[in-house]
């Protein structure tokens, strides 16, 4: 879903600004004296290119639009779902609302977003693919619009890998997860170990990177019920990276607790051959390593399921409450044409979902790793647990702890599996009464 760069008091700015434009005459909507419409739109966007590029594309529109002017919120990834929940009850919440899928299932099963269905405009439902809007669609409804996705990408040391002899995988011939397993193995050495897993957050990348080999966990049945289960799919990532950890000594402890970001210094350094990474990290590469560093972007690894994984991407919604959704969802469709969704892409170092802005050249360049990454968007699947409710409970109080003691090696497999099945069970029993 993107980065989330830590910033209480930008969601608090962000809060205030909202309840300060809903006390305005009109809440900063209507057209009681005759004026254009105003819509909200509030944007995470943070980093520089991404802040630039979305205000770039409402200053465009606003002059192209004089009798619908959208205002640019600034909002902010922390702490995000706290400050639109609050902004909904107070009924004063953006009309266009910036998030991640992952984060919208409480708030359209809430009765807080719009229905898109019948507003969207054809273009756009057959230029995203159908397995992009399975993670916006929650019973019978669309509540998002899915637009910038971030594959996990292996960002590689190319002087280490290429002198090593290890065959290089390709988008076309991924690595295995046993034979990744071996090549970490043989790029350790002294001083050196052949990977790094950053993590502190181990829940959805260990169920993303499940996809591969056929893992899934949460089933749904035919009464609509979710239940988790734990099979021989959903053992093969976890265990790797453990028999990386513990046995192998191929992969670094320390790296464990560690944030992606975390991770860039020591890579740098030469102290990890590789580091699993979000597509987007490319940027914080470019920004930060040293001259004369050379890298490259490497699929992660493949099994049963080709090299699929699961994504969440970064969405656009309507709040139900907007009384403006037709003009809201036209911005939508401008701010999403192929041309703009490839700028919002570039200022994100993510990738697209529109079929039409993937297939861009200028998203398919060597440069910078962009080609290694368009190339896995085909296998891009919703991610696991996209629509289960409960599945944040169950993600804080059972398999993050359980994840956690089970990389260090302080339980094995058949108490990971204990622990996430019967304890995830039980808290999702409590969901589906």
Not at 2 to 9: F, Q, T, Y
Not at 76 to 95: C, I, K, M, R, Y
Request: aromatic share 8%; with cysteine; net charge negative.
């Amino acid at each position: 879903m993107g980065r989330r760069l830590p910033s209480l008091a930008a969601a608090v700015t962000t809060a205030l600004a909202l309840l300060l434009t809903g006390c305005s005459g009109d809440g900063g909507r209507g057209t009681d004296t005759g004026g254009p419409i105003r819509l909200s739109f509030q944007s995470l966007a943070w980093q520089k290119e991404s802040v630039d590029a979305n205000k770039q594309l409402v200053r465009e529109w606003n002059a192209a639009h004089p009798d619908v002017q959208v205002d640019y919120v600034q909002g902010s990834w922390d702490n995000v779902h706290d400050q639109l929940l609050t902004s909904f009850e107070g009924g004063e919440a953006p009309d266009i609302i910036h998030d991640a899928s992952d984060d919208l299932a409480d708030f359209a099963y809430g009765g807080y977003l719009a229905d898109l269905r019948p507003l969207l405009p054809g273009r756009l439902t057959g230029d995203i693919p159908r397995q992009s809007w399975a993670t916006t669609t929650f019973g019978d409804g669309v509540y998002g619009v899915p637009f910038l996705q971030e594959p996990k990408v292996l960002i590689a040391n190319k002087k280490i890998l290429e002198s090593s002899g290890v065959r290089i995988p390709t988008p076309e011939k991924p690595w295995s997860w046993a034979e990744f397993r071996q090549v970490t193995q043989e790029l350790t050495g002294k001083g050196t170990y052949g990977v790094a897993w950053p993590l502190k957050e181990p829940v959805s990348v260990t169920l993303n990177l499940g996809l591969s080999t056929g893992g899934q966990l949460f089933h749904r049945g035919a009464d609509g019920k979710v239940d988790i289960r734990f099979d021989d799919g959903d053992r093969v990532m976890p265990g790797t990276v453990q028999e990386q950890v513990n046995s192998d000594r191929s992969a670094a402890r320390s790296a464990l607790g560690m944030g992606g970001s975390d991770t860039l210094p020591g890579f740098f350094g030469g102290k990890y051959a590789m580091v699993p990474l979000g597509f987007s990290y490319r940027q914080q590469v470019v920004e930060q390593a040293p001259e004369g560093f050379e890298w490259t972007v490497l699929p992660t690894p493949a099994g049963s399921g080709g090299t699929a994984q699961g994504v969440s991407p970064q969405t656009l919604s309507v709040a139900e409450d907007s009384p403006h959704k037709k003009e809201a969802v036209q911005f939508i469709d401008f701010l999403l044409r192929p041309a703009n969704m490839v700028r919002l892409a570039k200022g994100d170092w993510m990738l697209p979902t529109g079929t039409e802005a993937l297939a861009d050249p200028a998203l398919h360049t060597e440069e910078n790793g962009w080609a290694a990454g368009t190339a896995l968007a085909r296998g891009l699947r919703p991610a696991p647990a996209q629509s289960v409710r409960g599945y944040p409970e169950w993600k804080d109080k059972v398999a993050t702890p359980a994840l956690q003691e089970y990389y260090s090696g302080a339980i094995d497999t058949e108490e990971l599996k204990k622990r996430l099945v019967d304890d995830g069970n039980r808290v999702l029993a409590r969901y589906q009464r």
